[in-house]
């Protein structure tokens, strides 16, 4: 009877090792799907558009401005919201973790425990109605991946983290954009706070001038009503302009994560617009796809999400596993005694196999798959989109950026002939020879041609940031850095064993920014 029990043990384990070396993946396999790509851009023909190579990494060096260069930099060591995308990546990183210790045994635990047991006397007349227990042992429980179910796991967890570090990079493609552009609108508006007040001076003099008439008896009370009240209307754009500076200031200083009143003396020195280069180069659009974080992170996530399919898929069958119980037990009954459970006599183990399938769910395992199925489907309709709406991004920015160019063009003309004809309206009122309303429509003139041009002036750069952003520059900025700065791993490190997970070889994808076609799959690791 014990050697055919023996016999039909040794069956079912091996039975089992088989399933672990031939168990199937269910659930699809990520496919790239299909997408949308022009093969040229709408601007290819603009001689400021070279489509011959791509100029994304450090982009921000073509403006020849320190001070930017130096914001950029502070910002990326300082800024919070880059910080924390950095601290997701340790998050998935330790998820990723957990997947992987999936794979080996799932409960390994040790048990002690001493018991006192009493039984009806009529149950037994052999077995004593009252004694003690005594139980030392290791037990252990592995489920089989027959069905694949914890390979996806892996799969699926390790997809996120990559779609993590491709979060990060996005990030700080935002960061550097952001800056450029709010630096960009600070010198603007220090532009056109120096025009206003030039204007200003201008149409003082108009005051000067139309007052001395009127106190000369050469013109009415009227013409010193109309200039004053053009000069005080321009006066009163100041404070609009000081407030919008202000306020460019303030988000400046978010960014760079630091109180505003520090940011005055990084600002000090020449404010200038930056002079933007005079071409982009940008490449073919099919570039985008693997140079742009946000659609490798959108691909990513749809990529986790199918292995989640299998995940559910798997609850339909079986799941298989194999139980283990090591250790010694003892008891006071009879001739008995607790101390002999430390005895090689005390000795006891089980092992088999352990099979668990919901037969009855009601449909929730079914509906769990088509809920899988449908979100990932979802973010493959979203990838679709992030690819699109990539392309218009871009096409939008070169857009900017040349027909700006044109604009300051034209605008500079206007301000010529707006200066010329305020020198000689002036001169004629002087003389008597015309009206002051032609002195004061030339002087808005004048004030509207210039504060345009600025603004213009200022399109100009950035219609370039907005390009560089479009096709994903800037991420490069990390290359040979941790995603977490030394002083927050630190902290982390003071308050939780990380193990190894802190050190920075082990944030560092292969491929700087977005992975290589060798990360695609699952990053197989021990689990720390």
């Not at 940011?263 to 071409?279: H, M, Q, V, Y």
């Not at 990539?390 to 206007?414: C, H, K, M, P």
């Not at 750069?461 to 700065?485: C, K, N, S």
């Amino acid at each position: 009877m014990r050697s055919r029990f023996a016999e039909v043990r040794f069956r079912l384990i091996a039975a089992s090792l088989a399933l672990i070396t031939g168990g199937c993946v269910l659930g699809p396999d990520y496919h790239q799907p299909a997408t949308q790509v022009a093969s040229r851009w709408q601007e290819a023909a603009n001689a400021a558009v070279d489509t011959g190579r791509t100029e994304y990494r450090d982009w921000w060096s073509l403006f020849n401005d320190p001070v930017l260069s130096r914001l950029i930099e502070i910002a990326y060591e300082q800024n919070l919201t880059l910080r924390s995308a950095g601290v997701r990546v340790l998050e998935a990183r330790a998820r990723l973790g957990i997947a992987i210790g999936e794979l080996y045994p799932q409960q390994q635990q040790f048990t002690s425990s001493v018991s006192y047991i009493r039984t009806p006397a009529t149950q037994s007349p052999v077995i004593a109605s009252t004694y003690w227990s005594d139980v030392f042992a290791v037990q252990s429980t592995w489920e089989i991946d027959v069905w694949g179910k914890l390979r996806r796991g892996v799969e699926s967890a390790d997809d996120a983290f990559l779609a993590s570090v491709a979060n990060y990079d996005d990030v700080l493609v935002s960061l550097t954009g952001d800056v450029a552009s709010t630096y960009v609108q600070i010198r603007t508006t220090q532009k056109q706070i120096v025009i206003a007040r030039d204007n200003i001076e201008k149409q003082r003099l108009a005051v000067q001038i139309a007052r001395a008439r009127y106190e000369g008896g050469a013109a009415t009370k009227r013409d010193v009503y109309q200039a004053t009240n053009v000069l005080g209307s321009t006066e009163a754009a100041i404070p609009q302009l000081t407030i919008q500076l202000d306020q460019s200031k303030n988000a400046l200083s978010v960014l760079l994560g630091m109180e505003p009143g520090r940011l005055e003396a990084l600002l000090a020195g020449a404010s200038e617009i930056p002079t933007a280069p005079a071409e982009v180069a940008v490449g073919i659009p099919a570039e985008l796809l693997r140079r742009r974080p946000d659609i490798r992170k959108a691909e990513l996530m749809a990529a986790a999400q199918c292995a989640q399919i299998g995940i559910a898929k798997a609850d339909l069958f079986p799941t298989f596993s194999l139980s283990g119980l090591v250790g010694t037990l003892a008891t006071d009954i009879g001739s008995s005694r607790l101390s002999g459970v430390f005895s090689a006599a005390s000795l006891t183990f089980i092992t088999g196999p352990t099979v668990q399938w919901n037969i009855l769910n009601y449909g929730q395992i079914t509906n769990n798959v088509r809920a899988q199925d449908a979100n990932f489907q979802a973010l493959l309709v979203d990838y679709e989109n992030t690819v699109l709406k990539a392309q218009q991004d871009v096409e939008n920015g070169i857009a900017l950026f040349t027909q700006s160019r044109s604009e300051v063009v034209f605008l500079t003309q206007s301000v010529s002939a707006a200066q010329g004809a305020l020198r000689i309206a002036l001169i004629q009122y002087k003389e008597g020879t015309m009206d002051f309303t032609t002195v004061l429509l030339a002087e808005q003139n004048l004030y509207a041609a210039e504060n345009s041009r600025a603004l213009a002036q200022g399109m100009v750069p950035l219609g370039v940031i907005a390009t560089y952003r479009a096709m994903g520059g800037g991420w490069q900025l990390r290359e040979g850095h941790d995603f977490v700065p030394a002083g927050t791993r630190n902290e982390m490190a003071k308050r939780t064993n990380w193990g190894q997970l802190l050190a920075p070889q082990l944030l560092r994808p292969q491929a700087p920014g977005l992975p290589s076609a060798s990360d695609t799959g699952p990053l197989i690791r021990l689990p720390e």
